[in-house]
């Protein structure tokens, strides 16, 4: 079913023949672009929450469900999370969520950016059938964003990842917060940093929320290069320990995606990657990356974890 790997790239994650998954020409109504969605599986089946920009350059978030996480997408007639006056934090948009299922509320967390008049900021809401949603509202001041949840509590705290932008420096790496209850957060502590002289060396995000395993939480980001053309967005592959997230166990040095199709390269932003969600199937051991590429579509690509555990355990 994947279609062939990109000579140059690490041949780990091989991209769906389907791609690009879902595009705006799929929306039930006029949308100028559907890219960076987030993926749940509720049981039957795949769902994915888009950011869906419309033409007024604003986002929101809408939900698309597949029985095979492939093809016969069926899309929400109504988004389910979009601007308005009554959400000033966010009137300029909603943008890049990820989906963390918590058994302890019996619901999903979505955390997006929430775009507004002093800049991009954190924000988090609960649902528990991705057809209605309870805002919990902005957790993590502007300037901040690239947010994702863990799906359990290390010690007593949630753990939620996030990028603030420096003060000093203007430095853009991965950060992560503690709560007891999703509301008030313990101070920004740490992660991992942009890598100076290498592709992920100007800014780094979070991607999907990072994934329990046997090795360690499994995580994937978006690191972004200057280059004379502009800016390429690609993704590399970390493993955090999993009772002290702050400790990175393992990091690719190489990229593990990074765009290479036409629908990568071509678009409103061309040359962009952004993961922002995944799905491990516990029984086939397939793990499914679903991105936004150049800022346009949606697509995915394929791996296993044991395939990608096994590379990431030949990193240094
Ligand atoms: C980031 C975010 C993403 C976007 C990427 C590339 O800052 O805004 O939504 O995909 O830039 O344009």
Redesign the pocket.
Known sequence: MPESWHPGEQRVFRRAVANPLLTADDWPYPVNAV??PAVAHDGEQTVLVC?VEDFQGRSHLSVARSADGLNGWSIDPEPLIYPSADHQAEMWGA??PRVTRVDELGAWVIAY?AYGPTGPAVSLATTADFRTVERIGVVCPPDD?NAALLPRRIGEHFVLFHRPRTVVGGHADVWMSRSLDLRSWLAPEPVFRARAGQWDSARIGMGPPPLETSDGWLVAYHGVRHTVAG?L?RVGLALLDLEDPLKVVRRSPEWFLGPATAYELQGD?PG?V?PCGWLHDPFTDSLRLYY?AA?SVVAMAESSLSEVLDRLSRCG
Do not use: A, I, P, S
């Open positions: 890219f960076n950011r943008e890049d950016t964003k800016e967005y932003v962009v952004f936004g800022d």
